[in-house]
């Protein structure tokens, strides 16, 4: 059974040390399977992309910085995580680009935002 992953991209250069990005910096393209990763969200616990397998998967990449991640958040809070979070065949994860877990935490209370933040300290997810 594949996953099925929907990828929220803003303002974000993805740098590859062992694959080749296409013209957009983008290592996974559309059908390819998406490489299993393991992040740790802002509460502790960790989550492998695996475990999820079976559920439609939202990735939302994202940062403190990044205007259009601040402007599209609370879309996503009251548009898709607070109609579908207890649908247990769907799962929205944050993906926080190289940023300390006290930033995401500020990042995500002045967004207003409840679903999982995971941090990518090294922005190689």
């Known amino acids: 059974m594949k996953i099925l ?6 303002a974000f250069t993805v740098t590859a040390s062992a694959q080749t990005s296409d013209t957009r910096g983008y290592l996974v393209k559309v059908g390819e399977m998406a490489p299993d990763f393991s992040i740790k969200l802002t509460n502790g616990k960790t989550v492998k992309l695996s475990s999820l ?10 940062a403190s910085w990044c205007g259009v991640c601040r402007k599209e ?4 809070e009251s548009d898709i995580w607070q109609k579908h979070k207890n649908n247990k065949k769907f799962a ?3 993906i926080d680009r190289d ?4 930033t ?6 002045s967004t207003g935002i409840t679903y999982p933040i995971g941090l990518d300290p090294n922005a190689d997810i």
Do not use: D, R, S, W
């Open 5 to 10: 992953i929907l990828f929220l991209f803003a």
């Open 53 to 62: 397998k079976g559920k439609v998967v939202m990735l939302q990449f994202t």
């Open 73 to 76: 958040m609370p879309f996503i």
């Open 92 to 94: 929205l994860i944050a």
């Open 99 to 102: 940023e300390p877990l006290e």
């Open 104 to 109: 995401v935490l500020k990042f995500a209370e």
